[in-house]
């Protein structure tokens, strides 16, 4: 019988987390941000039908990268909680945080205990009454959990895109742009796209809208390739 190798806990811990990584910087970029009038949602995605944004509740969205597969799983069992919670309680007992706490505790689960981790990057975003009052939560492949002040950067080389995006904005109000300045800042810094009109297809935007014209509960709209053709030839 041959005799198993030892791996310090540690050791086990620190592959895991290179594992995931690696596999998380490989995907395209993804950029949320609050702003005037709501939260952008800007993805380097040129799939029309494979989303890496997506709506939870009535001011909740969702945003990934990584494996489509993984993170794709964890959107549904968000939306099956936040429908359930409504049901079962008030549509005000759903929250980011709350969400947010229960894709910490499975991607914690995941990684400690199971063979492999998720190699997934995950923001639940909630929109408030104001900027000031959005609420922004970055989740890791091992279940840490921070709230950002104002954007979320995630995927590819992360500390060169927040870098660029952090000198576009230098000098400037994020919280007090409006909807389609944040969009051009963010073709600009996403690495696969440009700033033309005609790069709009490799886009994918939505938005949590902070008043909406419908005056229905659901705050999250897609925009369509048109309509980011529009804006980002605007820019010109």
């Not at 290179?18 to 009038?37: E, H, L, M, N, Q």
């Not at 945080?97 to 063979?115: E, I, K, N, P």
């Not at 709209?221 to 804006?231: A, K, N």
């Amino acid at each position: 019988m041959s005799a198993q190798y030892y791996v310090s806990p540690e050791q086990l811990m620190k592959d895991r987390a290179d594992f995931a990584r690696k596999g998380i910087a490989r995907g395209r970029a993804v950029i949320t941000a609050s702003c005037a009038d709501g939260i952008a949602l800007i993805a380097e995605n040129p799939s029309g039908s494979l989303h890496k944004i997506g709506e939870i509740y009535d001011r909740i969205a969702f945003a990934a990268v990584g494996k489509y597969n993984e993170f794709e799983s964890l959107r549904q069992a968000g939306v099956r909680y936040a429908d359930t919670r409504g049901y079962s309680y008030s549509r005000f007992d759903v929250t980011g945080r709350g969400l947010a706490s229960v894709y910490a505790q499975s991607l914690g689960g995941v990684f400690t205990a199971d063979a492999k981790p998720f190699e997934v990057e995950l923001a639940v975003l909630e929109l408030g009454a104001t900027p000031e009052t959005d609420t922004l939560f970055s989740l890791n492949f091992d279940g840490s959990i921070a709230e950002m002040p104002g954007f979320i950067i995630m995927g590819g080389d992360t500390a060169a895109l927040r870098e660029t995006w952090n000198t576009i904005w230098q000098g400037k109000d994020l919280a007090s742009a409006g909807i389609d300045e944040v969009i051009r800042a963010a073709a600009l810094v996403l690495p696969g796209v440009g700033e033309s009109a005609q790069d709009a297809h490799l886009l994918e935007v939505a938005m949590l809208e902070r008043s909406t014209s419908t005056g229905s509960h659901r705050h999250f709209r897609r925009l369509d390739d048109h309509t980011i053709s529009r804006i980002l030839g605007a820019g010109k």
